[in-house]
Each structure stands twice: as structure tokens, then as C-alpha cells.
């Protein structure tokens, strides 16, 4: 079977230009949207009373919210035998229109938490600082039960 030459050429050609075009369309800077993050301090939690070994309960955390320009992101989470410190992280998109909100602008975000081990569980919200630079937890201990 003869394959001419031409054609192979041509077809590397036009595989070759396709990958081109899509990389130049492809920018890391698309959007030019500008933003940092920023932790927000505990307000307030709905968890339950006492977990079950083995199953999975949703751990609602409260804070304020302080501008229009704040949008959940994540929980940091840290991990640490039985203790969890956990505080609520959000995007700070740099707007020139962002709009300071009421002190009782107050957010809810919600995580799954799977019970794993025996004995208690001990959660420390992160509340900020003081006047003194310590930092403040809502600590709540809460016992797994059979």
C-alpha cells in the first residue's frame, strides 16, 4: 500500500498548527481576577451532643461575613489525634465596589465529619485573637457513645 508522502505531511502540519491554536488560546491569566484569602473568626456552632462510632454527622460553623467581597472557600482543618481546629477560610476578591455588610451579616458553612475513633473528640473553633495577640478558641468536647 503506497501513502503518499504529501498527505502524511500534511497531516503533521495541520496536527502541529491545531496544538498551536489551542495552546495560544489557553492563558493563565484569563480572567485577570485579583484576590487573597483571608480566615474569619467562629462566631458560632451547630454540632451534636455525642457521635457514634462509624458515622457521619454535618458540623455547621457560623461566622460574619465583611464585605461583598468575601466568598467561602474552604475549612482549615487541622488534624491532631482527637482535636480538630477548624475556622472558616474565604476568597477577598479585589473589587473597587465591594460593599461593607451589617455586623449581623451572619454566614453558615457546613462540613461532614466521620466519627473514627473511640473516647471524645475535641473541637477548637479558631475565634480570633485578643488584645494581647493570644488566640481564642470555641473549644467543645464531644463524647463518641456506643
Known amino acids: 500500500m503506497y501513502i503518499n508522502p504529501n498527505l502524511f505531511a500534511m497531516k503533521k502540519l495541520l496536527i502541529l498548527c491545531l496544538t498551536l491554536v489551542l495552546c495560544a488560546s489557553c492563558s ?3 480572567d485577570n481576577t485579583n484576590y487573597s ?3 474569619l473568626a467562629v462566631e458560632s456552632v451547630d454540632i451534636p451532643d ?3 462510632l462509624g458515622e457521619v454527622y454535618p458540623i455547621t460553623v457560623s461566622y460574619l461575613k465583611p464585605s461583598s467581597c ?3 472557600k474552604e475549612f482549615y482543618y487541622l488534624k491532631e489525634n482527637n482535636v480538630r481546629t477548624v475556622a ?3 476568597y477577598v476578591f479585589d473589587n473597587n465596589n465591594c460593599e461593607t455588610l451589617e455586623e ?3 454566614v453558615e458553612s457546613s462540613f461532614n465529619f466521620k466519627v473514627t475513633s473511640n473516647g471524645s473528640y475535641i473541637f477548637k473553633f479558631w475565634q480570633g485573637e485578643d488584645a494581647d495577640g493570644e488566640v481564642q478558641y470555641l473549644i467543645i468536647e464531644v463524647p463518641v457513645v456506643e
Open 50 to 52: 455525642a457521635f457514634k
Open 88 to 90: 472558616p477560610i474565604t
Open 37 to 39: 484569602f483571608e480566615v
Open 28 to 30: 493563565i491569566d484569563d
Open 70 to 72: 468575601h466568598s467561602f
Open 104 to 106: 449581623n451579616n451572619l
